[in-house]
């Protein structure tokens, strides 16, 4: 089984100091940096526009992982890809037209991703799937930092990974929301390529010690 690839959400990172933020998880390690976009209407919180994505990019060479948790993504994805997003995911909730938008994001240069929300059957992804770089399988309601992982995510996840497969081989699966040290050697075997991780990075402990943590799990499994 490949590596697992960690993406911290700068959403709990330390607004204040973000740049340094940002330099200190690459240089413990991590693999890219995952920005949730939030609109107020899709979900309930905003967060940021494409201004932040442009600083982190200059504050980083890693890939930079951008989630659009707003309505009608395709009216920003352009914004977003001048900023220096590499991954453009976005919800098929969100768009009546998530092929269009997937068409969108690969003409302007990025790579294209679709995600679902807990609630939502993988059979609406399933169409598009040989279409897209990444599958992003929501772990909790989107909206909020620190919620706990949704159990039923871990099914999910295998039977998508089966899809994957068989459809795109080369397309990663990533899971968002809720992963600790405890269950992230679980989300992996079940066959996530990518983990969002957020306060189980960014708090009171240095990041490097944060990832080191993460690390000892999966490879205490027999995962890597």
Known sequence: ?????????????????????????????????????MDGTFVP?????????????????????????????????????EAGADYLTVHVEATRHPHR????????????GLVLNPGTPLSALEPMLEDVDMALLMSVNPGFGGQSYVPGTTAR??????????????????????????????IHQAGADVVVVGSALYNQNPVKENLAALHKEIYASGHR
């Open 1 to 37: 089984m490949a590596d697992l690839k960690i993406a911290p959400s700068i959403l709990t990172a330390d607004f204040g100091r973000l740049g340094a933020q940002v330099e200190e998880a690459e240089a413990a390690g991590v693999d890219l940096i995952h920005l949730d976009i």
């Open 45 to 81: 919180n905003i967060s940021f526009g494409p201004s932040i994505v442009a600083a982190v990019r200059r504050a980083t060479t890693l890939e930079l992982d951008v989630h659009l948790m707003v309505e009608e993504p395709e009216r920003y994805v352009e914004a977003f890809a």
């Open 101 to 112: 938008a997937v068409q969108l994001i690969r003409e302007l240069g990025k790579k294209p």
């Open 157 to 186: 996840l295998q039977k998508l990974r089966e899809l994957r497969d068989a459809l795109n081989p080369s397309c990663l699966l990533e899971i968002d929301g809720g992963v600790k040290a405890n269950n992230i050697a679980m």
